[in-house]
C-alpha cells in the first residue's frame, strides 16, 4: 500500500472509531431518517440530505414524519447540533461517510428505475474526496454497486479500496415493528475490497448493535434479495393454497394454523387479498431482472408473482359469489371495504391488493366506499376516494370486504350490523355467522 493509500484508510478508520468522522444520509425515508438517528446518537454529526424541502423543513423544525423515529429525539439531535438536514449536495464535500438510502421503484415493465440512485451518485461524484467511505443501502440487483456505482466514483486520485472505500449494506427496517428496529437489527455489510469492507463494518459498530461483514458487495445485495423472495414465494404458496382449498371445500386458515403447531421445519404465512409495500412484491424482481441477463429464468419467483397478482381477482369472484348467494348483482351494489393499507395497523397504501380491489368492483358498475383509521383519502392508481363513515357504510353495504385487518376494528358490530362480509384475512375467525364468508 503506498504512504497516501495507507493515510487515507488509517485517517478514516481513526475517524470512525472515534466518532468524529462527519457522516451523511442522502434520502430521509423510512430507511435514511433513522440510521442518520442512529448515528446521531452515537455521538457522529450527520448531514442528512433530501430533495424534498418539506422533509428537511419538518427535520429542522425538530419534527419527525416517520412514525418510528420520535420527534423529540430529532429536536433533541438538531438543538445540540448532532443533526443537521439540507437539500444541498454540496454539503458532500464536507462528508467523510455517506448512505445512500434512496428508493428503487420498479419501472411497469418490471425493470428495475435505478434513476433516483444515478442522480445521487453524481452529486456523490462530484464532491468526493480521498478518504471518505460510500455506502448503498438501497435494494438493488446484484452487481449494482460494483457496475454501476464504481464507474461513476473511481477516478485515478480516487482508486476503490485505496483512496476511496465503497460498500452495500442491505436496509431492514419493518416500519412500526415494535421489536425490531434500525440499532438492533444485524447489519449486513460487503465491500468492493477487503479494506472497504473492514472500514464499512467499523462505522456501523459505533452505532448498531450487530454488524454481519460478508465477502463482497454482490453477497450483500444479494442476501437482502433472498430475504424478501424467500416471503414474497411463501405468500404466492400460502395463497396458491387458499385457491386449492377453496375448490376443494377445506378451510385453508384452520389447515395453517394446525400446520404451524409443528416446532421445526415449518414457518406460517398466510394468504390474502395480494402483496402490498414497497418491498416484497418489487425485490425479487430485481434478482429476477439480473437472473435473466445472466441466462436463467428465476421461474418461482415468476409464478409466486402470478398467484400473488391475482388474488385481488379471485377476491372480486369471491365477493360476486358472496352477492349471488344474496341474488344481487355486483352491478349496482354497495361494497365497502374495510381497510386500504397493503398490511395492518399502517398508513402506506403503496401496491396495497385494495387498490386493485376497488378499481376491479367500479369497473364491474358495483358503487364502492372504504374505510380506514389510519388513511383518509385515496389519491393512487387511478382511485380518487374520500373515506366514509365505518359504522354508516358497514350498515348500508351490501357486501362489507375486510382487506386489511387493522386491529383498531369493532369487528363485533360489523358482525351485528353487516348483511355479508367477505372476510379476506381471516379477522372474523372467532365469530361464525352464515353472512361471513371467508377466503
Ligand atoms: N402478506 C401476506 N401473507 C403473509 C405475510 C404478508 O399476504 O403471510 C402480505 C401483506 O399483507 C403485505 C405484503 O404481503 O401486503 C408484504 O407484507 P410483509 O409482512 O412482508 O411486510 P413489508 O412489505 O413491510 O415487508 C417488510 C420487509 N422488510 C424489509 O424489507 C426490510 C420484510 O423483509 C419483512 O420481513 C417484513 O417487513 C416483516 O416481517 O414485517
Excluded at 187 to 204: D, S
Excluded at 276 to 282: F, S, W
Aim: aromatic letters at 8%.
Amino acid at each position: 500500500m503506498l504512504v497516501t493509500e495507507l493515510k487515507c484508510s488509517a485517517a478514516l478508520e481513526e475517524k470512525l472509531a472515534a466518532r468524529t468522522a462527519k457522516a451523511g444520509i442522502i434520502g430521509l425515508g423510512y430507511v435514511g431518517l433513522p440510521l442518520a438517528v442512529e448515528f446521531a446518537r452515537a455521538g457522529f454529526t450527520v448531514t442528512g440530505i433530501d430533495v424534498q424541502e418539506s422533509k428537511v423543513a419538518h427535520l429542522m423544525a425538530g419534527d419527525s414524519y416517520i412514525q418510528d423515529v420520535p420527534s423529540g429525539q430529532v429536536r433533541q439531535l438538531v438543538e445540540n447540533g448532532k443533526l443537521r438536514a439540507t437539500t444541498d449536495f454540496s454539503a458532500i464535500a464536507g462528508l467523510d461517510t455517506i448512505n445512500i438510502c434512496v428508493p428503487t421503484p420498479l419501472r411497469k415493465t418490471k425493470d428495475p428505475d435505478m434513476s433516483y440512485i444515478v442522480s445521487a451518485c453524481n452529486e456523490i461524484a462530484r464532491y468526493a474526496h480521498p478518504g471518505m467511505l460510500v455506502i448503498l443501502e438501497s435494494t438493488t440487483y446484484p452487481g449494482t454497486t460494483s457496475e454501476l456505482l464504481m464507474p461513476m466514483l473511481q477516478r485515478p486520485d480516487l482508486r476503490v479500496g485505496e483512496e476511496i472505500f465503497l460498500c452495500f449494506s442491505p436496509e431492514r427496517v419493518d416500519p412500526g415493528n415494535p421489536k425490531f428496529q434500525t440499532v438492533n437489527i444485524p447489519k449486513v455489510v460487503g465491500g468492493i475490497t477487503p479494506e472497504c469492507t473492514r472500514l464499512g463494518a467499523l462505522f456501523y459498530k459505533q452505532a448498531l448493535e450487530t454488524v454481519v461483514p460478508v465477502s463482497s458487495t454482490e453477497v450483500a445485495e444479494t442476501v437482502k434479495l433472498l430475504e424478501n423472495t424467500f416471503r414474497m414465494i411463501n405468500i404466492g404458496l400460502v395463497n396458491e393454497m387458499a385457491l386449492m382449498c377453496d375448490r376443494m371445500g377445506i378451510n385453508v386458515w384452520e389447515v395453517i394454523d394446525a400446520a404451524a403447531t409443528k416446532p421445526f421445519g415449518f414457518m406460517p404465512f398466510y394468504p390474502g387479498p395480494g402483496l402490498g409495500g414497497h418491498c416484497i412484491p418489487i425485490d425479487p424482481f430485481y434478482l429476477s431482472w439480473k437472473t435473466r441477463q445472466a441466462g436463467i429464468e428465476a421461474r418461482f419467483i415468476e409464478l409466486a408473482g402470478y398467484i400473488n397478482g391475482h388474488m385481488p381477482h379471485f377476491v372480486l369472484d369471491k365477493i360476486q359469489g358472496a352477492l349471488n348467494e344474496h341474488t344481487k348483482p355486483l352491478k349496482g351494489s354497495h361494497v365497502h371495504i374495510m381497510g386500504v393499507a397493503y398490511k395492518r395497523d399502517i398508513d402506506d397504501v403503496r401496491e396495497s391488493p385494495a387498490l386493485d380491489i376497488i378499481l376491479l368492483l367500479q369497473k364491474r358498475g358495483a358503487r364502492v366506499t372504504f374505510s380506514d383509521p389510519f388513511v383518509p383519502a385515496l389519491r393512487d392508481h387511478g382511485v380518487e376516494m374520500e373515506a366514509s363513515d365505518p359504522a354508516r357504510a358497514v350498515s348500508e353495504a351490501d357486501c362489507v370486504v375486510i382487506v386489511t385487518d387493522h386491529a383498531q376494528f369493532d369487528y363485533g358490530s360489523v358482525v351485528e350490523s353487516a348483511r355479508l362480509i367477505v372476510d379476506t384475512r381471516n379477522a372474523l375467525k372467532k365469530y361464525h355467522s352464515d353472512k361471513i364468508v371467508r377466503l
